[in-house]
């Protein structure tokens, strides 16, 4: 079975922090898709960045950065330099290909950047 | 612009009522798929298509049905069945390459009362 945990259900740093969430997944795939998504107060879901199971390489896009470690099963999303604009919930996921593209989601972890 | 719609942003019903909930999408998108969020939880799938007149049931499909007639319409019924269905609920969309992203309408709040 898939499984995604985000121990962080809840953070609050003030602004200009660098601040670092964190995801660790289960399965037993060799081939699987690791996700991260943003959640504003509106609701709508924003697609942040897509991982395959075999690129390790970490990717940085502006203020935001991503750690994939498969020796310790995690996929942490740092942010740099926060900004109340980051505030929202944040999802991981994973995705395993089974005949169809399922996305396992964690828990979310709230982010609050003070002024 | 491409995107998803839901509609209603906000519904009420009454115990008892089915009630309909929308998601159009013009992104010329294959697959089509609905889920549940519960306050402090994650999203949970519901149902998916990956093709017109074809669905599936998710994780958590009872006391829900869905219709795919159409490339763009992916309607979800939230039946009298469902024990407890306030719950904000979120459609989504991809191109069904192997894989591809999910992208997320602006969802539909759902209150039971």
Not at chain 1, 40 to 63: A, C, H, K, T, Y
Not at chain 2, 58 to 84: C, H, M, W
Request: glycine content about 6%.
């Amino acid at each position: 079975a898939q499984k995604v945990t985000q121990a962080q259900t809840e953070i609050s740093v003030v602004e200009k922090e660098d601040v670092t969430l964190d995801c660790v997944y289960e399965t037993r795939d060799t081939t699987y898709y690791l996700f991260w998504y943003k959640q504003p107060p509106s609701g709508e879901l924003v697609f942040l960045i897509r991982r395959n199971s075999f690129d390790e390489q970490n990717e940085i896009s502006g203020r935001y950065s991503w750690n994939f470690q498969k020796s310790t099963s995690s996929f942490n999303f740092t942010i740099t330099a926060s900004q109340v604009v980051d505030s929202a919930v944040y999802f991981c996921a994973l995705m395993v290909i089974q005949g169809a593209q399922k996305l396992v989601f964690g828990q979310g972890t709230r982010l609050t950047i003070n002024p | 612009d491409g995107g998803i719609t839901q509609s209603p942003k906000y519904l009420f019903r009454k115990e008892g009522q089915n009630v309909t909930l929308s998601c159009e999408q013009n992104l010329n998108h294959d697959a089509m798929y609905w889920y549940r969020q519960d306050p402090g939880q994650g999203l949970r799938l519901i149902y998916y298509s990956q093709i017109v007149n074809d669905f599936q049931k998710g994780d958590i499909a009872e006391g829900y049905s869905v219709s795919r007639e159409k490339k763009e319409s992916f309607p979800l019924t939230v039946t009298s069945a469902q024990k407890n269905p306030t719950a904000f609920y979120l459609c989504a969309s991809s191109i069904q390459l192997d894989p591809d992203t999910q992208y997320f309408g602006p969802g539909t709040r759902l209150t039971v009362l």
